[in-house]
């Protein structure tokens, strides 16, 4: 039971992660390469605040979601939109979104320096609850409830509201949805400001749920998150969800039956193992491309 | 090039000697460019007119970042001292290894390019293991201040250290563990790509099956790991009476955070990296309870620590830690090898240090074996209400 809530918190960072991840890709065909340095420069924010202008690590959240809503318009801005008319677009954009990631992470270097950084050690709540005999911290809850609640409420924003009408149009085809009286730099910018909110809160979480933040922490989860949006289908919000929950899930079952040194091996092989049965992915749609 | 800097540096010392009209009698055997460094009398009384030249690569930044200030504070510190005593001066360079062997072997290079006495340093071992032949190739001694994994001296007869191997500290650790928490059932967890964690481990692992304690399982983690939660809950499971860890700090705070949250209440037994005050400031009231093992008592009551640790607490505004007591050690040893022979030359400081024999230093009476490692008593230490106490 214990290993199981281990894998659904794990596995709700990955998915928040790759919900942002797969959100860009699904709607504007673009791989952003700049997302996890956006993962790790919110978890330095979020320490940041906490530290230094005393905020409840609560209300650093919305904070932190802003921030990430900025960092994602800053990089549609400058790693996108000026490459948006190149028949190269697809590549030079996740070139110029790796060149972003570095200077970004460059820059909380020159900041905060190498050192592994963590929250101050009383800005926690140390309520434990006690679940089917798992031990299960507020902060553990307050991780699955937000990440939940944030892919809920995407998932109703994309289907149902005006702006999510436009996502979705500018998704078939961007030219059409130009002629319909849609504004595309508009719908794509807020996709972008979107997409990285929800993986600077995912960052934050994630330094949350550790309490150590590294320069390197959003390396380590971009491998983890490519490989959930490849497994959901690329672009499916749900598939992104799933996969990142049954990630976390394959992490902590190999660690508990097979054994902790082959953890990766282990997960990453049922990934790859899902993949060669449906080669587009859990929730993925065969497309077919008119030429 | 080589010519030229041999040209120069005999011809430096050529100068040298004319301006002090003194002929060096003894000690000079060390071949030309350090000539200089050749002085004359012996222990107290001897008179040095260069200035002995000590390099030093640890890890102000990166991984290690936290031990390497500590060092760096203690050379600093040693260096001070042992400069306001007559006769030898020391010119100490602290350069940052970025916890990077790539950046140490260049720093080791230059130190052996720069007539550098002898180099002190890197912080970790999987560091040295890398630089160090750089040092051993241009016949530099190398004194270690930090390295605790086993090999590093075997890489060369210019290779010294005075930090206990994890082979002397953690088998002292065990059997003082296994006594006063009378333990029979443990897990074992340690980082399984680092050189240091990983010899760490096969000590413990040693030691453990020589106590008769039974294993009732063994993890392994990254170095770059932060979640452990699905370990710590695999060891729970197996109810152990402690957990045995061998981990650098980056693992530990999150690793002790993690198993007080989940309910593992009963002790951690933690190697040498478990060994840094940060431990208790990050992982706050979750830290009680951990024992480590250490080279350095910091309640030792020796007239060298008492001195050092008041001295260290007015320069720096905080208690020094075991790196910063190694660190200010080693120079208390290579004073003495210098001494010695009277000469700040390689050849003579390499002689020195292999008769080291019972020296006072700040980690109590240390000597320096065959195998160029160091020997001295290791203590065993708790964490109680915040801070190290001595486990009994």
């Known amino acids: ?291 | 090039m080589r010519t030229n800097l041999f040209t120069l540096t005999a011809a430096a010392g050529a100068l040298a000697l004319t301006l002090t009209a003194c002929g060096s009698d003894d000690g000079g055997g060390d071949g030309g460019g350090d000539g200089s460094l050749a002085g004359e009398g012996s222990g107290d009384a001897c008179v040095i007119e260069g200035e002995v030249p000590v390099g030093a690569a640890v890890s102000l930044t990166g991984a290690a970042g936290s031990y390497g200030e500590s060092q760096r504070n203690g050379l600093e510190l040693a260096t001070t001292h042992l400069n306001e005593q007559e006769g030898v001066t020391y010119a100490l360079t602290v350069e940052d290894d970025q916890t990077d062997p790539k950046q140490a072997i260049s720093l080791f290079e230059g130190f052996v390019g720069d007539g550098t006495s002898i180099i002190i340093g890197p912080t970790l071992s999987n560091t040295a293991f890398q630089a160090q032949p750089i040092a051993q190739e241009g016949e530099v001694p190398v004194l270690a201040i930090s390295n605790t994994a086993e090999g590093i001296t075997e890489q060369g007869d210019w290779i010294f250290r005075d930090s206990l191997t994890e082979g002397q500290v953690i088998p002292q650790t065990v059997a003082q563990s296994v006594e006063a928490f009378g333990l029979e059932n443990v897990v074992v967890m340690y980082s399984n790509d680092d050189a240091f964690t990983e010899s760490g481990y096969e000590v413990m692992a040693e030691s453990l099956e020589g106590e008769d304690i039974t294993v009732a399982s063994t993890l392994t983690f990254s170095k770059a790991d932060t979640d452990f939660r699905a370990l710590l809950t695999e060891a729970k499971n197996a109810e152990p009476d402690a957990i045995f860890v061998s981990g650098l700090i980056e693992a530990a705070i999150p690793l002790v955070t993690q198993a007080r949250e989940l309910g593992l209440d009963v002790p951690i037994i933690g190697g040498n990296g478990f060994n840094n005050p940060q431990l208790m400031t990050d992982a706050g009231d979750a830290a009680e309870g951990v024992v480590v093992g250490a080279a350095w008592n910091s309640a030792s009551d020796n007239p060298e620590n008492a001195a050092f640790l008041e001295a260290y607490e007015a320069e720096y505004d905080k208690a020094p830690d075991q790196f910063a007591a190694q660190a200010y050690a080693a120079m208390t040893i290579i004073d003495h090898a210098v001494r010695e022979g009277c000469d700040g030359g390689r050849e003579a400081i390499k002689a020195g240090l292999g008769n080291i024999t019972d020296l006072p230093t700040v980690l109590g009476s240390i000597s320096i074996n065959e195998n160029r490692d160091a020997e001295h008593d290791a203590v065993v230490q708790v964490v109680e209400d915040g801070s190290f106490a001595v486990l009994n």
């Open chain 1, 1 to 291: 039971m214990q290993q199981l809530l281990n894998g659904l918190f794990i596995g709700a960072i990955y998915a928040l992660f790759a919900i942002g991840f797969t959100l860009v890709f699904g709607v504007l065909d673009r791989l952003n390469l700049a997302h996890p340095a956006v993962f790790a420069v919110s978890a330095f924010v979020g320490i940041e605040l906490v530290e230094v202008a005393g905020l409840s690590i609560w209300l650093t959240l919305p904070i932190v979601f802003v921030v990430g809503g900025i960092l994602g318009m800053v990089i549609e801005r400058v790693a996108f939109r000026p490459l948006k008319d190149r028949p190269d677009a697809h590549f030079a954009g996740l070139i110029s979104s790796i060149a972003l990631a570095g200077m970004f992470i460059a820059l909380l270097q020159w900041r905060y320096g190498p050192d592994t950084r963590r929250f101050p050690a009383d800005s926690f709540p140390s309520t434990t609850f006690t679940v089917f005999g798992a031990q299960v911290t507020v902060v553990q809850v307050a991780i699955l409830v937000i990440s939940v609640v944030l892919m809920v409420a995407l998932t109703v924003l994309v289907a149902r509201s005006r702006l999510g009408r436009g996502m979705r149009a500018v998704a078939e085809n961007p030219t059409a949805a130009r002629v319909l009286g849609i504004n595309v730099d508009r719908v794509t910018m807020t996709t972008f400001a979107i997409s990285s909110a929800l993986g600077a809160v995912a960052g934050a979480l994630f330094a949350m749920n550790v309490n150590s933040a590294q320069l390197t922490m959003g390396t380590a989860i971009e491998l983890k998150g490519l490989a959930v949006i490849i497994v959901g289908g690329m672009g499916s919000l749900p598939g992104a969800l799933v996969g990142g929950l049954l990630l976390g899930l394959a992490e902590v079952f190999a660690v508990q039956y097979i054994g902790s040194s082959w953890r990766d091996l282990v997960a990453f092989g049922l990934l790859f193992l899902i993949l060669l049965v449906r080669p587009q992915g859990l929730f993925g749609a065969r497309k077919v491309r008119e030429v």
